[in-house]
C-alpha cells in the first residue's frame, strides 16, 4: 500500500522531536513517538523508567502495538511525518542481538512510509526524563535502523547535523515542498 506518511528517525537525541514539533508548527499533520507516550502513562501511574521498559521484547512489542494503532488512525493519502517508524523497535531487538517474535512478522520485509529520514547524530545525547542511553548507544543504533529499513526495502536518507530549520527545509525539499 502506497502511503502519504514520511518517518523521521534516528538515534535517541539526534532531534526527532524537535523537527516533528516544527512540522507540526508549520501546519503539517505529525504523529508523536509512542514510545514517550508509553512512558508518559507509565511515570503518571507511579512506575518507574525500568518497570515501563522492563523488558526489551515486551518493551519493543508495547511500542509497536502503540505505533500500529496511530498508523491505523492516519488516512494513507494523508501527507503525515511520523516520530519513528514501526522498523525502529527491530532495530532495537537487532541491537540487542534478540530475536523478533511473531508480532514482527509483518514488519521485517514490508514498509508502509513513502520517506524515512534517518537523522544523524547532533553530538552529546542530552540527558532528559525519559531517556536512558547515550551517544556511543545512538551512534550505533543509526547504522543498525539504516540496515533495517533498507532490508524492509527502504533506502532512509541520511539528514545531516544542521539546525533544526535548516533540516526541516531539507525534508521538504526531498519530498517536493
Known sequence: MQTNWHVITGGPGTGKTVLINLLRKHGYHTVPEAATEIIDEGLAQGKTIQDIRGDEHEWQANILQRALQKEAATPPNQLTFFDRGTHDGLAHLHYYNLTPRSEWN????????????????????????????????TR??????????????????????????ERVKLILEHIGL
Open 106 to 137: 509483518d514488519i521485517k520485509y514490508g514498509n508502509p512510509y513513502k520517506t524515512v529520514f534517518l537523522l544523524e547524530p547532533l553530538g552529546d545525547v542530552a540527558k532528559e526524563y525519559n531517556r536512558i542511553e547515550n551517544i556511543e548507544f
Open 140 to 165: 550505533k543504533i543509526t547504522g543498525v535502523m539504516r540496515d533495517v529499513y533498507r532490508q524492509a526495502g527502504t533506502e532512509p536518507i541520511m539528514i545531516p547535523a544542521l539546525p533544526p530549520e
